[in-house]
């Protein structure tokens, strides 16, 4: 069965800095990936997704993630952080009928 | 377009009280699905339906019950609450599986439910 694991629950990044967070994914098959994004209070919005056409996937707001199939990896990576960065973060692999979700990287931005 | 929308936004329920959380899409998708989201666990899926009059069970279908009479609504009905069910409940569509295709699930805003 497809599952993705996130490293690290917490990241902080001062403003300005690099965002760099973390997704390693099982799957027998070639997997569709994903990036999500959740506000506060609020349900989640894709940031961008894998779908094979290309290895580095451009998402909204400025963000960015590679697929690495020697690595299982998906990283999400943005060049500069913003204040309204702050959020919590979901990476996730489409199964059959379902998608498994991480348990998420809540991403804190110090000014 | 008003996407998925999901009522109440909050709910507090005494223990053995019943509920229906309801979930509202006008995207014509065909799928559509129930998560819980406890913190540090990410989402759960609870049920999932491919269609008008088909549901199926997901991860942590225990003590929940879903039905689909149309396309646009998918109600999840908590029979006997248990504290075990205070979480955040997103309902969330999608225009094909995403296992065949790529496209994403878009979620509601979310029902916020506590059982004392």
């Known amino acids: 069965a497809q599952s993705v694991t996130q490293l690290g629950s917490h990241v902080s990044v001062s403003e300005g800095a690099l965002v760099l967070l973390r997704c390693n994914y099982s799957?027998?098959?070639?997997?569709?990936l994903f990036w999500y994004v959740q506000y506060p209070n609020q349900g989640l919005q894709l940031l961008l997704k894998y779908t094979s056409a290309a290895t580095l996937v451009k998402g909204i707001n400025g963000f960015e993630a590679e697929f690495k199939k020697s690595e299982t990896s998906f990283h999400l990576t943005k060049p500069s952080a913003h204040m309204s960065d702050a959020a919590e973060y979901f990476c996730a692999v489409s199964g059959i009928n379902d998608m498994r979700f991480g348990a998420g990287t809540r991403l804190t931005v110090k000014p | 377009n008003a996407g998925v929308t999901q009522t109440p936004k909050f709910r507090i329920l005494k223990i053995g009280q019943s509920m229906t959380l309801q979930c509202a899409q006008d995207m014509n998708h065909n799928y559509m699905y129930w998560y819980r989201q406890d913190p540090g666990m990410g989402l759960k899926l609870i049920y999932y339906s491919v269609g008008a009059g088909i549901t199926d069970k997901g991860e942590v279908p225990n003590g929940y019950n879903v039905s689909r009479s149309t396309t646009e609504d998918f109600p999840l009905r908590l029979e006997l609450a248990a504290p075990s069910q205070t979480s955040v409940y997103f309902c969330?569509?999608?225009?094909?599986?995403?296992?065949?295709?790529?496209?994403?699930?878009?979620f509601g805003p979310g029902t916020r439910l506590t059982v004392t």
């Open positions: 799957s027998s098959v070639p997997p569709y």
């Open positions: 969330a569509s999608s225009s094909t599986p995403s296992g065949i295709s790529p496209y994403e699930q878009y």
